[in-house]
């Protein structure tokens, strides 16, 4: 059973960074691949950023490119999404995730087995 729980999220103005965190259980970067979704109200959730297995490989949504980063400490077993240049509608519950090692899928939430039980993000002057 892998155990997820972020923390991070708060209110920030426009044009601000927040860093959300997710801690993971022992060991899950060794059996599972990382990723982070958001949901706003009234919307599906979406893919947001991921690592891949091994980590040394990174992915994102095209329109959160150069803003968002995804990052991992695997001494920690915690997982980064530095947010930068944030505007209002980026406000939603953010997610982390744990999908198969394996899987190439990281845009797909389906893929995912494990998550968190999300954070507020609030973009707002």
């Known amino acids: 059973q892998v155990q997820l729980v972020e923390s991070g999220g708060g209110l920030v103005q426009p044009g601000g960074s927040l860093r959300l965190s997710c801690a993971a259980s022992?060991?899950?970067?060794?059996?599972?691949?990382m990723g982070w979704f958001r949901q706003a109200p009234g919307k599906e959730r979406e893919f947001v950023a991921a690592l891949s297995g091994s980590g040394s490989s990174t992915y994102y949504a095209d329109s959160l490119k150069g803003r968002f980063t995804i990052s991992r400490d695997s001494a920690r077993n915690t997982v980064h999404l530095q947010m930068n240049s944030l505007k209002p509608e980026d406000t939603a519950v953010y997610y982390c995730?744990?999908?198969?090692?394996?899987?190439?899928?990281?845009?797909?939430?389906?893929?995912?087995?494990?998550w968190g039980q999300g954070t507020q993000v609030t973009v707002s002057s």
């Open positions: 022992r060991r899950t970067f060794s059996t599972y691949a």
């Open positions: 995730a744990a999908r198969p090692y394996y899987s190439r899928t990281y845009y797909s939430k389906v893929e995912y087995h494990y």
